[in-house]
């Protein structure tokens, strides 16, 4: 361990420094919190100085860090490789002076509990230190792993997660430190039920940001869950505030951020995931601040879909969106590094690299892009062919995970891949399907629709949605059981508005109807008008409920009343785009 006096050391005497230094040499037995004999060494250089004095103490008993304070602030210097990686307590206790006046007592304060919680230190100590030099009471705390540790009663909100000794003189302290840790990280191991998984898994806390007047966060809320649920996370608690205004820094407020960290130890979370984009500034602050993970709702979409790519098109389109997602995070950090490196017109050796690294990433893209183009013409040409071959198309098109690729299993006899989660299609596949009156047309298949989809997603996946544009039918599939359906139908409307897809004429089914016996009445009444409203088709992909009348309306529509054309074609005969590929 370095001998260096850590924090606001100017203008101390070189004898002073030296008796700082000397603390480094001090040994507490394992089983004490502190010995009387460090603490009264500890008040008396305090008192000398005028200014608080830390020590960080490992559970060993060694003296880490030496730390010097102002009069009333003392901060802790950066902990690195400290076990940080899961969210355990760091084996570190901070011992610290508090200057008071004669008589009178000063507990912990804000700022000890906030160094407390985000650092996850074992406890933490304020040795009261009177102006004559005396030793006053020792106050400490250690956060709670539970509300079961103590069966105190826990009435106040700071006592649920917070434990506080009673003060005493730091001769009367008899707490076997060993101890207290040993059933503080047992209770912390029981809570998180952690053991019984021998994880490899993410484990994260939401976070969700509740605007006023917003009616429908609790579907938003869902809808994030579902969201970790297919990235693969698993998702151990919750947290919502009610906020007006966003903290710049933060997004949540700081005492509110408290409460997260011990969350996030009592349920071993090593990941924050918060509910709307964060700046990069705010993810620094964030990751600074925690030392946990931190990821926004558009980093979690881009990990599904970066999970879930399959064609070397997909593959391309994520990669373009993650890098487009990391280009302004890394300009951030380089922000960093030109503070470091002053102002004085030279760039600093890292921002060379960084300026190297954005270059790369940009011609990454370039490169990316150039790649996407010429599979978009191969496409442009297969359309074509199609076009020749006079085959109507029909595109399904609706909010993820409302039942589009079950209904094109269905309808063309096929068997891709459909199921309980979000965004379980990127590729578009087209498939001929042939109505009960025997004409042909072809299905395509595309990525479901989200609402606040991200900027980089929509530039990114135009290239598929392409596909859109040339069909003469849009078939919008809405999930008539789900609870947010309104804002669902509305989100795909809006995305429709943006991309000028309206002129295309449209077809609207509401599927999962099997399932509308088991919706609250008031559901059921929303489906019904909303069925009349948009002259929806009642369907069940599943159970095959209504295909055919849903199969007469897309005839009539891309056909006319009459029949006119129906070429040979053999039904569930793939017509690409991995088909096309592959031969
Ligand atoms: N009960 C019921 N479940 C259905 C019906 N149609 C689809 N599902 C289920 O809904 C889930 C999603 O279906 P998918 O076909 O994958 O939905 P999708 O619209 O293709 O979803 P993405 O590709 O993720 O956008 C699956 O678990 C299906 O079994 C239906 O009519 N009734
Ligand atoms: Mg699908």
């Known amino acids: 361990m370095s001998r260096e006096i850590f924090g606001n050391i100017a203008g101390l005497k070189p004898s002073i420094l030296r008796s700082l230094e000397k603390l480094y040499r001090r040994k507490v037995p394992p089983q004490s919190i502190i010995t009387p004999e460090l603490a009264q060494e500890l008040a008396y250089l305090s008192y000398q ?3 608080q004095v830390g020590l960080l103490i ?3 008993g060694d003296i880490d860090f ?6 009333n602030r003392i901060e802790i210097p950066e902990l690195h490789g400290y076990r940080d990686h899961q969210a355990r307590l760091k084996g570190l206790r ?5 200057l008071v006046k004669k008589n009178q007592s000063s507990g912990l304060d804000q700022d000890d509990l906030i160094d407390l919680a985000f650092l996850r230190l074992d406890l933490i100590g304020a040795q009261e230190v009177y102006e004559d030099g005396r030793v006053g009471r020792i106050h400490i705390a250690h956060i709670l792993p539970s509300q079961e540790f103590y069966s105190a009663s826990l009435d106040d909100e700071v006592k649920r997660l917070f434990y506080f000794f009673k003060p005493v003189y730091p001769w009367d302290l008899r707490e076997n430190f060993q101890e207290l840790i040993r059933n503080l990280e047992e209770e912390f191991e029981r809570v998180s039920g952690a053991q019984a998984l021998h994880e490899k898994e993410d484990r994260a806390i939401l976070i969700f940001v509740r605007e006023p007047g917003d009616i429908d966060w609790e579907n938003k809320l869902a809808e994030l869950k579902e969201l970790a649920r297919t990235a693969g996370v698993k998702v ?6 009610r906020r007006a205004q966003i903290d710049p820094r933060y997004v949540i407020g700081k005492g509110k951020l408290l409460e997260v960290l011990i969350e996030c130890l009592r349920k071993r979370a090593n990941l924050l995931i918060f509910d709307r984009e964060l700046t990069p500034s705010q993810v620094r602050a964030l990751n600074e ?4 993970r931190v990821i926004d709702r558009t980093q979690l979409i881009l990990d599904i879909f970066a999970q879930r790519a399959k064609s070397r098109e997909g593959k391309i389109q994520v990669e373009i969106a993650q890098l487009r997602y990391a280009l302004p995070r890394l300009r951030a950090k380089d922000d960093a590094f030109s503070r470091l490196t002053g102002g004085i017109g030279g760039r600093g050796p890292g921002e060379t690299k960084l300026e190297v690294d954005r270059h790369r990433i940009r011609d990454r893209i370039a490169k990316l892009k150039q790649e996407l183009e010429s599979i978009s013409e191969e496409r442009a040409l297969r359309r074509k062919r199609r076009k020749k071959l006079n085959f109507k198309v029909v595109a399904l098109i609706g909010y993820t995970n409302a039942g589009k690729t079950t209904l094109l299993n269905r309808l063309s006899h096929s068997n891709y891949l459909a199921e309980d989660k979000l965004f379980a299609t990127l590729d578009p596949v087209t498939k001929a399907v042939r109505t009960p009156s025997g004409k042909v047309f072809l299905l395509t298949d595309t990525v479901g629709f989200i609402r606040d989809l991200p900027e980089e997603l929509k530039k990114a996946f135009k290239a598929t949605l392409e596909e859109l544009y040339s069909a003469d039918l849009l078939l919008h599939i809405v999930d008539a059981s789900s609870p947010d359906l309104e804002n669902q139908v509305k989100s795909v409307e809006a995305i429709l508005d943006e991309m000028e897809l309206r002129h295309i004429p449209r077809i609207v089914a509401f599927n999962k109807i099997d399932l509308i016996e088991d919706l609250d009445p008031f559901q059921q009444a929303t489906v019904k008008s909303l069925l009349e409203e948009l002259d929806g088709v009642p369907i069940s992909a599943l159970t095959g409920f209504n295909l055919e009348l849903l199969l007469k309306r897309i005839e009539e529509n891309l056909f006319g009343p009459e029949a006119f054309f129906s070429p040979s074609f053999e039904v569930g005969q793939a017509i690409a785009p991995q088909d096309y590929r592959a031969s």
Do not use: C, M, P, W
Request: avoid cysteine.
């Open 94 to 98: 901070f011992i610290h002076t508090h």
């Open 66 to 71: 030496v730390v010097v304070g102002s009069y």
């Open 289 to 292: 601040a925690t030392d946990l």
């Open 236 to 241: 151990v608690g919750e947290v919502v505030q």
């Open 58 to 60: 490992n559970r060993k």
């Open 49 to 51: 100085i005028n200014r």
